[in-house]
């Protein structure tokens, strides 16, 4: 299995903003003009666990590709857990109104990110986001 990775540490938006030129440039690569809902859903991803995780604390953004076929995002955080599993399943189990929820003051960050991957999923203690992409 062929794989090729790029590593991010950061602990806040100012921090972020300093690499997220290379995100979006080595998304480009990847994805070329298919690249923007994944950035969007990547930006969700890290104000989730920026905001919701260990203020201050360490964030690791990874980007990776499996076998020139697969783009792997991973964001992680060192703060409490968030049952994303759970919530996923339940937006994948039902028909939402997705105009609502688009509209809404938050909740938005699933429903980009699970329409931007094939696969998306959190870890066992909720602090790992994995989606995963097919080029």
Not at 26 to 46: P, T
């Amino acid at each position: 299995m062929k794989r090729h990775l790029i590593h991010f540490n950061f602990r806040d938006h100012d921090e972020y903003l300093l690499i997220r030129d290379h995100v979006r440039l080595f998304l480009q690569s990847i994805l070329q003009d298919r690249c923007r809902l994944m950035e969007v859903a990547i930006n969700e991803a890290v104000n989730n666990a920026i905001n919701f995780g260990n203020r201050n604390k360490k964030c690791c953004l990874r980007l990776g590709m499996i076998n020139n076929s697969k783009l792997v995002v991973r964001i992680a955080h060192f703060g409490p857990g968030f049952a994303g599993n759970e919530l996923i399943t339940t937006l994948n189990g039902q028909e939402k109104h997705l105009s609502d929820a688009l509209w809404a003051e938050s909740g938005r960050g699933l429903l980009i990110m699970s329409a931007a991957a094939d696969y998306i999923r959190y870890n066992r203690q909720g602090t790992e986001v994995i989606m995963v992409k097919k080029v």
